[in-house]
């Protein structure tokens, strides 16, 4: 089932005294069923940080639709946008956007708070998410006094407690070590295993080898994409690779 379509996305910025304009995203089309999961890549400039910030609301484009759910994020107002965002959208950033003074507990609980969930309903949910994520004896504690990684599983719970439609990830391994980065895209993938849809931007070549598509953005298009079918994940970080050297000598075109 599709659950988000983007048709004719333009993004069209300009400069501090409006004498010259830059097109961000100039013709963007894609398409994404229930429960895939997509990395996004390209060089930066390449648009795909733009187009993740108007797939997650955080921005309007100047033409075009985004379509989730069957309904067009970019005719929500303003007013309501942001209530939007938590009842649909699930979000982790590389930089974890923790709260040092609340408890990793409350900081997962953030979003509910918000959306005046109720506290026995808050309590339900995040305990088979902290099992799953392994936090469950790290609640209690406060952001400074865990590790990246751990940090990282409580923004991922944070994501996950809305039981959103869709998990935006703007790249999560970015701020992490190598074992850290591993035992992440192993969660990712066995939340997306059960049925979570993911987009994840990324520079990572081996982030990106554990989705089941990757798109690659230039010049604020979608240039290219590779699906992994039934490569491995060292066959899809080489096609990865490849296409990489092709986009920056000028090679390979998206059908």
């Avoid at 849809?197 to 953005?217: E, K, P, Q």
């Amino acid at each position: 089932m599709m659950l988000l379509k983007v048709k004719n996305l333009k993004k069209i910025y300009a400069t501090r005294f409006g004498g010259q304009k830059i097109e961000a995203l100039k013709n963007v089309n894609l398409e994404v069923e229930n429960g895939e999961y997509v990395a996004i890549m390209g060089e930066s400039g390449s648009g795909k940080t733009t187009l993740l910030n108007m797939l997650a609301a955080l921005d309007k484009p100047t033409n075009g639709q985004i379509i989730l759910n069957g309904r067009n994020i970019v005719d929500i107002s303003d007013k309501d946008i942001s209530a939007f965002r938590r009842e649909h959208l699930g979000f982790v950033f590389q930089d974890f956007n923790l709260l040092d003074t609340f408890s990793l507990k409350d900081n997962i609980f953030l979003p509910l708070v918000l959306s005046k969930t109720n506290y026995k309903e808050m309590e339900n949910r995040i305990v088979p998410i902290a099992k799953d994520l392994g936090i469950s004896d790290l609640l209690e504690k406060y952001p400074y006094e865990v590790s990246g990684g751990q940090k990282q599983r409580c923004a991922i719970a944070r994501a996950l407690i809305t039981k959103p439609e869709l998990i935006l990830a703007d790249e999560p391994t970015g701020a992490l070590d190598s074992k850290s980065t591993n035992d992440l895209l192993t969660l990712f993938n066995k939340i997306n295993e059960n049925g979570q849809t993911i987009i994840m931007v990324t520079h990572s070549t081996l982030a990106a080898s554990h989705a089941s598509r990757v798109l690659f953005i230039k010049d604020g298009e979608v240039f290219h994409q590779i699906y992994k079918g039934t490569k491995t994940n060292e066959e899809m970080y080489q096609s990865i690779s490849d296409t990489l050297t092709l986009l920056a000598t000028g090679g390979v075109r998206n059908e």
